[in-house]
């Protein structure tokens, strides 16, 4: 294993050629942590079901994630390469995280990358595109969900830049007495600039 003092226990039941894992199938990996005192202790958990090559998970696949905190929840389904996440899949995030939901692009195993859909825990979600820190950049659309009215109270669309509304962008937003309509420019969260503000009964 590549962690120091770790070992891996596979059980893997599926297409083999070569010696090495190819074609479709199943695969149970744990691995420990062997201590001083030569005791095993638990840190992770992955079961993947999908394809391999070269030993590798290779296409299409789900992989479903336990690390002794998460629940196997945590899971991922979409497509490999050289067992790295890489294009398009979605993440689905235990009970007990803010993220419900991500669908979008993958780069180099790494989500949050290029453009995608995130649907938060609150009833907020987020659809654009994602700058290397994993922010909100250059333009999206972000929805607003409140839990009285079990409503999309709120909605702008327009740029961002590190995870901030900024550039040109537009709210619209709805209540009692009915809804407004805002359109304007942004600097790093704040209004700036000329503005248009139209309200409907």
């Not at 820190?133 to 961002?160: A, H, L, R, W």
């Amino acid at each position: 294993n590549a962690l120091k003092n770790t070992i891996d226990l596979i059980n893997y039941n599926g297409d083999m050629s070569k010696d090495l894992f190819n074609g479709f199938g199943i695969l149970n990996q744990k691995t420990y942590l062997i201590s001083e005192l030569n005791k095993y202790i638990f840190l992770c958990e992955k079961e993947y079901k999908g394809y391999f090559k070269n030993g590798k998970e290779n296409g299409k696949g789900v992989m479903k994630y336990n690390n002794n905190t998460n629940s196997k929840n945590f899971q991922y389904s979409g497509n490999f390469v050289d067992g790295l996440r890489e294009g398009f899949g979605i993440i689905t995030y235990p009970e007990n995280y803010f993220i419900q939901k991500y669908e979008g692009f993958f780069k180099k195993d790494k989500p949050f990358c290029t453009y995608g859909i995130v649907y938060f825990k609150s009833g907020d979600k987020y659809e654009g595109f994602f700058n290397e820190d994993y922010q909100k950049d250059f333009c999206g659309e972000y929805f607003c969900y409140d839990p009285v009215s079990k409503t999309i109270n709120e909605q702008y669309f327009g740029g961002f830049l590190a995870d901030s509304k900024h550039g040109l962008g537009k709210i619209y937003s709805q209540n009692k007495k009915g809804s407004n309509l805002m359109i304007g420019g942004f600097n790093s969260g704040e209004k700036e600039g000329f503005f248009e503000m139209n309200e409907y009964a």
